[in-house]
């Protein structure tokens, strides 16, 4: 049972406009969600983090928003650029073992 | 140079072939993460170490074995190379802050 969900596998954005990527979690231990950035033959970069804490986090044009009682969260990216196209994968931690469970990553256009 | 350095970058072996991925870091990390990824599927742990002598199975460790010959060195062995152990492998490390991971490139392997 995947514990992690990205239910969009692909995404297609004009460039300038707004990205919006998705990611639901069902484990309610999770407190702490990290977004990473993948591009082809390279591994994940980290791009962003979220503590439970918190219900934003913004930096630069990255912002990641997490609603608890929904088990979401989003990475809106502002505005969105050629060089954002990569696949990014949702990632959650709970803080008794730090292990990260991933979603299966959505691949972002960006078209020009 | 990279931080975390995994070899080889691509591998083709046949089944029931011992076949070893290595993996390298500079970072001066305790915490050491061997992952694979299959297509349309996040990324699942295989083992991980939080100190040379401190090993751990993941997710999905039967058929795998590691080895932490120091802080900075961290090995996979598949010990009889079966076709359903095609996928791309990731190495990672995390230091002070748990949360966050750093990936190598990926080793991607054929078995055959």
């Known amino acids: 049972d995947q514990q992690v969900k990205q239910n969009s596998p692909s995404l297609s954005v004009q460039e300038g406009r707004i990205s919006i990527l998705n990611c639901d979690y069902t484990?309610?231990?999770?407190?702490?969600f990290l977004w990473y950035k993948k591009y082809p033959a390279e591994g994940p970069t980290f791009l962003i983090s979220?503590?439970?804490i918190k219900d934003k986090n913004e930096d630069g044009r990255f912002t990641v928003f997490l609603n608890k009682s929904a088990k979401h969260l989003s990475l809106h990216i502002v505005p969105s650029q050629p060089g954002d196209s990569a696949v990014y994968f949702c990632?959650?931690?709970?803080?008794?073992?730090?292990?990260?469970?991933w979603g299966a990553g959505t691949k972002l256009i960006i078209k020009p | 140079d990279a931080d975390v350095t995994q070899t080889p970058r691509n591998r083709i072996t046949k089944t029931g072939k011992r076949i070893m991925l290595e993996c390298s870091q500079t970072?001066?990390?305790?915490?050491m993460y061997w992952y694979r990824q299959d297509p349309g599927l996040g990324l699942r742990l295989i083992y991980y170490?939080?100190?040379?002598?401190?090993?751990n199975k993941g997710e999905i460790s039967d058929g795998y074995s590691v080895s932490r010959q120091a802080q900075a060195k961290f090995s996979l062995s598949l010990e009889s190379a079966i076709p359903n152990q095609t996928a791309l492998y990731f190495c990672?490390?995390?230091?002070?802050?748990?949360?966050?991971?750093?990936f190598g490139a990926g080793t991607r392997l054929s078995v055959l």
């Open positions: 970072k001066g990390h305790d915490r």
């Open positions: 979220i503590s439970s």
């Open positions: 484990n309610s231990m999770f407190d702490y």
């Open positions: 170490s939080f100190d040379v002598k401190d090993i």
């Open positions: 990672a490390t995390s230091g002070t802050r748990k949360n966050i991971q750093y």
């Open positions: 990632a959650a931690s709970a803080s008794s073992n730090y292990q990260l469970i």
